[in-house]
């Protein structure tokens, strides 16, 4: 199994990693509000075979200065993740796209129909 490791200025902060796992990610994001003003995130997480998510880290903040270090292995046990989402299922998902085709029909539908609303 493959793991990644997250490390905020030479501190570990967690090991990523499942043998479920189809995609495993470490994510360093900044968000500028406005030329002062700008969020710094980190995480670290995956999604399973059965698409479903585990987070390791989730919005960990850091500050200009710091030094993020990803490191790739194999060896090491994971730590627990904080938060594990499970897949939705075939029927709840069908739901969900039937919904969300809906809304897009009903937004654009007096572009194809003759309705006088």
């Not at 470490?26 to 969020?39: D, K, L, P, Q, S």
């Not at 090491?76 to 299922?89: H, M, N």
């Amino acid at each position: 199994m493959i793991t990644i490791k997250a490390y905020l200025n030479g501190e570990q902060l967690a090991i990523a990693g499942d043998e479920k796992l189809r995609l495993l990610l470490g994510t360093v994001a900044i968000f500028t509000r406005n030329e002062n003003e700008y969020e710094m995130h980190l995480e670290l997480g995956g999604v399973t075979n059965e698409s479903g998510h585990i987070n390791w880290l989730s919005q960990k903040e850091f500050r200009n200065g710091d030094t993020i270090t990803f490191k790739i292995g194999g060896s090491e046990a994971p730590t627990l993740p904080t938060r594990i989402t499970e897949p939705k299922s075939k029927k709840e998902i069908g739901i969900l796209e039937w919904e969300k085709a809906k809304e897009i029909y009903e937004a654009h539908r007096h572009t194809y129909e003759n309705i006088e609303e």
